[in-house]
């Protein structure tokens, strides 16, 4: 194999990291507190909104149930307002953020929803206010469940990413798809997919770590 | 110390409306423990967060220690939660949290510094037998360990006020024991007044001053401890007493029982006697005084508080006007005399 083919699938791993990277700290930096929103304004809940909680459902399910192909080329508009450029790994990291926001706040959502409602009761009774409940029983009691939830995000951007390549976003898959596929390459062919499943695996054994650390159960 | 007056709560409206609470009124004096007991679904446990208004009640009002609580909401309701700790049946500590940390909680969330977290949490649990245990996390401890880390935690800030829910129904009868005993040392040494509910009467038997009966959302009988147990009032406090006591007739008894007497029947009676009359060998009397024989079928003595009590069912042989006068020499020694049937001659 040639250096520069090295060099080429050495720059799409990072790319593919780089477009993980940015998506999967952004979802998660505005997924998380959308999620606690969905489930705290819950009717009932400690910051009952139930009109509230219905528009930001609905808003989630909206935004969940875009096919994500469809939402990249959907969005073109938005991404080169926000980024000067609809194409490049900078603007695949736009509709992937889009698309993973919902994505996480749904799996945040359902990782405070296991949480006993008797430890939030039993706050209540100490006198704490809502924020407090957020941050000192609901999402330290739901860690294990957020960080499962995070893992599953990012294996999921990963193999979105591998997409971003069919708008011309650079990664792993954009390299599979022009010198594997386009060029009928098995061999890039081969590596790329092994990359990516080196990758997932890795995302998915640390998580595995954090989620068994965390646990005191 | 804490008065509900008039307390009603009614979940949704209309035809499908349930009534939890029926106007309930309620007293317990500062320093006492106070039980309510009832079967589940009765109304007990909204009876008791409607008293830190977990359940803000649809009518009437709570006051606890001076303030009314229905009139607060917002910050002034937390302030005033702190004041009163509660524990619950299923101990909820933070699994994430250690039991030094789990102690902390409500002094954290009050705001308070380092410092003084730690010069409180430490003798709160060598109070509850647990210093040795601080660094461990709830997952590691038996039931009744967690309830006392749970009732660390609920003394941390200080309250005047314990509420009890269930503490010890999901415990072992052993533990029950220790734990009731730490609740009534906290009652003894630190003054504090305690509100339990529960549906177990040896509860109630062994820590409680007073004792309410509750049933379909209304308190139908509250009394001295040592009253409810030697004679209750409503026939769902004499079912509790005897489910108590194990005192239901023999199955064999019962199938035989009628209702009415018939021309060759004994009445069967069950006695409950307390005081003086635990003492008074009654029996030999009614056997030389009115010629009356007893069959004892059944026969029970328990230690409630400072009382003794007494409870016997037992067959009242001879004619019918002997028998009715054994009953009317029983009530006049201030037995109570509940018939519970006849039944056939069988000599």
């Given at each position: 194999m040639s250096s520069a083919l090295v060099n080429l699938i050495l720059q799409a791993t990072l790319d593919t990291l780089y477009m993980v990277a940015i998506s999967g700290v952004i979802s998660t930096l505005v997924?998380?507190?959308?999620?606690?929103?969905?489930?705290?304004?819950?009717?009932?809940?400690?910051?009952?909104?139930?009109?509230?909680?219905?528009?930001?459902?609905?808003?989630?399910?909206?935004g969940r149930s875009i096919p994500f192909i469809i939402l990249m080329v959907a969005i073109i508009p938005f991404t080169r307002m926000l980024v000067g450029t609809s194409i490049g790994i900078n603007a695949a990291s736009v509709p992937l953020?889009?698309?993973?926001?919902?994505?996480?706040?749904?799996?945040?959502?359902?990782?405070?929803?296991?949480?006993?409602?008797?430890?939030?009761?039993?706050?209540?009774?100490?006198?704490?206010?809502?924020?407090?409940?957020?941050?000192?029983?609901?999402?330290?009691?739901?860690r294990g469940g957020i960080i499962t939830g995070l893992t599953i995000t990012l294996v999921t951007l990963v193999s979105y990413s591998a997409m971003a390549g069919a708008v011309g976003g650079g990664g792993l898959g954009d390299l599979g798809i022009r010198y594997g596929y386009n060029r009928f390459n098995p061999t890039i062919m081969l590596i790329t997919v092994v990359i990516l499943v080196v990758m997932v695996q890795v995302f998915q054994s640390v998580g595995d770590y954090l989620v068994r650390k965390s646990d005191r159960k | 110390m804490i008065e509900l007056s008039n307390v009603s709560k009614t979940y949704g409206s209309g035809e499908s409306a349930v009534h939890a609470l029926k106007d309930v009124n309620l007293?317990?004096?500062?320093?006492?423990?106070?039980?309510?007991?009832?079967?589940?679904?009765?109304?007990?446990?909204?009876?008791?967060?409607?008293?830190?208004?977990l359940e803000?009640?649809?009518?009437?009002?709570?006051?606890?220690?001076?303030?009314?609580?229905?009139r607060l909401s917002g910050s002034a309701l937390n302030q005033a939660r702190h004041r009163i700790g509660m524990i619950f049946q299923h101990f909820n500590l933070l699994t994430t949290r250690n039991v030094y940390d789990n102690v902390a909680l409500p002094l954290e969330l009050m705001g308070e510094k380092r410092s003084v977290i730690k010069e409180r949490v430490l003798p709160l649990l060598e109070m509850v037998g647990l210093a040795d245990k601080a660094q461990q996390y709830p997952a590691q401890l038996s039931g009744g360990q967690k309830q006392r880390v749970a009732i660390a935690r609920a003394l941390a800030s200080k309250p005047n006020v314990l509420l009890c829910d269930e503490a010890t129904s999901a415990l072992d009868p052993q533990t029950t024991g220790s734990i009731l005993e730490l609740l009534r040392d906290i009652n003894q040494q630190l003054g504090i007044t305690?509100?339990?509910?529960?549906?177990?009467?040896?509860?109630?038997?062994?820590?409680?001053?007073?004792?309410?009966?509750?049933?379909?959302?209304?308190?139908?009988?509250?009394?001295?401890?040592?009253?409810?147990?030697?004679?209750?009032?409503?026939?769902?406090?004499?079912?509790?007493?005897?489910?108590?006591?194990?005192?239901?007739?023999?199955?064999?008894?019962?199938?035989?029982?009628?209702?009415?007497?018939?021309?060759?029947?004994?009445?069967?009676?069950?006695?409950?006697?307390?005081?003086?009359?635990?003492?008074?060998?009654?029996?030999?009397?009614?056997?030389?005084?009115?010629?009356?024989?007893?069959?004892?079928?059944?026969?029970?003595?328990?230690?409630?508080?400072?009382?003794?009590l007494g409870l016997m069912i037992a067959e009242l042989l001879g004619s019918e006007a002997q028998t009715r006068e054994a009953m009317d020499y029983l009530q006049s020694h201030q037995l109570q005399v509940e018939v519970l049937g006849h039944v056939q001659r069988t000599s």
């Open positions: 997924g998380l507190p959308l999620g606690v929103l969905l489930y705290a304004t819950r009717p009932r809940q400690i910051l009952a909104q139930p009109v509230l909680n219905q528009v930001l459902s609905i808003i989630t399910n909206v953020t889009i698309a993973a926001i919902p994505f996480v706040a749904r799996l945040i959502e359902g990782a405070l929803n296991e949480v006993s409602p008797g430890l939030v009761e039993s706050a209540q009774s100490m006198g704490a206010t809502p924020w407090q409940i957020i941050c000192k029983v609901l999402v330290p009691e739901a | 007293r317990v004096p500062k320093g006492t423990i106070h039980g309510v007991i009832g079967l589940s679904g009765a109304g007990k446990s909204t009876l008791i967060r409607c008293v830190n208004l803000r009640p649809t009518q009437g009002s709570v006051t606890v220690d001076g303030q009314e609580m229905t305690i509100l339990l509910i529960t549906h177990e009467m040896e509860v109630v038997k062994s820590i409680c001053y007073r004792v309410s009966l509750i049933s379909n959302g209304a308190l139908v009988e509250d009394a001295e401890v040592g009253d409810f147990f030697t004679a209750p009032v409503t026939q769902l406090g004499r079912e509790f007493l005897n489910d108590f006591l194990q005192l239901t007739p023999p199955k064999e008894l019962l199938e035989r029982l009628e209702a009415a007497p018939g021309p060759a029947t004994h009445p069967v009676v069950r006695l409950t006697f307390s005081g003086d009359a635990v003492s008074t060998p009654l029996i030999s009397r009614l056997a030389r005084d009115c010629n009356v024989d007893v069959s004892i079928l059944q026969a029970k003595v328990e230690s409630i508080q400072d009382r003794t």
